[in-house]
């Protein structure tokens, strides 16, 4: 069995990209859903966030919610607002945010690869949220959320997906942020059997960002399994949605930490007690850490610069070498008595993408009384706890830019 292969997605019809493309359904509040959507009738959060078309309060997790996006998603094909292809491809998606731009191919990725590790994962899944992507799945037949995957170096790949990406894309839209997102159908046979051999090849991808969509395909390709036992693995369960990129393209921003308090210390003490392990300087600006094992620290409206000892830097391990466990081994947990990430109400985390700014608003507001600043995760080392079949710790990456819904989306025949 190939480790990809194309699909017959379900994507806007000509000239309705811009009236359907959606941020993930993850990143937006219903309450933001709902304003973003107000005015867009055919916007896809009508299907990614079905509670917005509910009375207010509405519970976004009941049996009423996934049949309003089954009915919203019904309306649309009828409506001619998405169209089914009449063929499988493999489609090139390219993200334009800026300076940076990344150009990758949608495929449908073997969910026998997923649970042989060839699909490789670096965190744990919660159980409600795997549950949500299920209903979401049944009630709707199709995966509308890609996975976003990285696939190692294979500069043959890059190549093709940069030539069938030559000239006006075939839908091209961009979401209320600027990021720009067009893409290219792979349609011609010779084509397609190549990308397909080629990610043979590969000796696993990576999730990088839909831990829970990918688990929860997974789960929804047992459950029809063992309703139709005669089926082989060619059905279109057994696959799942994914948006593969070469991993150097992908961009992680560093996702920070605040704290609410210093565990009864004063600043003072505090500073001295990171002198033990750190060489702790005062910075007259803010500090964004250029290498790994370097933080920055803002209180009492002031920054430092801390270096953790190189001897405590290098760590064997591939997750305790990450910043955001080296933070927690020798600050959040001895110092500050912070030590499970997922619980503790004492800690809060700011992705990159609000900048330095928002650490220091959150502090000076009195609500947050330190923050610090993180070198992101690199995908080489989000690859070698994947490898070493390890978990990151929770907020440890943060991608930008995101996928967009609604572009498309992967119908269980």
Known sequence: MSLVRPLAALRPAPGRAADVIAPPYDVVTTDEARMRAAARPWSFLHISKPEIDLPAGADSHSPSAYAKAAENLGRMLHSGILV???????????????????????????????????????EHTRPDKEDDRVRHMQALNAQTGPVLVAYPRAPEID???????????DTDA???????????????????????????????????????????????????????????????YEWFLTVAFPHHELRILDYNRVVRDLAGMSLETFLSRLGEKFTVAASGAAVRPARHGEFGLYAGGRWHRLALRTDLAEVADPARHLDVSLLTDHVLAPLLGIGDLRTDARID?????????????????GAMAAAFSLYPTRMEDLMAVADADEVMPPKSTWFDPKLADGLVSHVLD
């Open 174 to 236: 961009s979401l209320e942020d600027g990021v720009r997102h067009s893409i290219w159908p792979i349609r011609d046979a010779a084509r397609i059997a190549r990308v397909t051999a080629l990610f043979d090849d590969i000796p696993a991808l990576y999730i990088a960002d839909g831990h829970h969509r990918s688990a929860a395909a997974a789960r929804v390709a047992a459950a029809r399994r063992a309703a139709h036992a005669h089926r082989t693995g060619d059905a279109s």
């Open 84 to 122: 089914r292809d009449a063929a499988p491809a493999y489609y090139v998606y390219r993200v334009a945010s800026g300076d940076h731009v990344q150009t990758g191919v949608v495929t449908a990725t073997s969910i026998g690869a997923y649970e042989a590790n060839r699909v490789r994962k670096h």
């Open 349 to 365: 985390f700011v992705g990159g993408g609000r900048g330095l700014a928002e650490l220091e608003r959150r502090v000076d507001s």
């Open 159 to 169: 190549a093709l997906l940069a030539d069938a990406a030559r000239g006006a894309p």
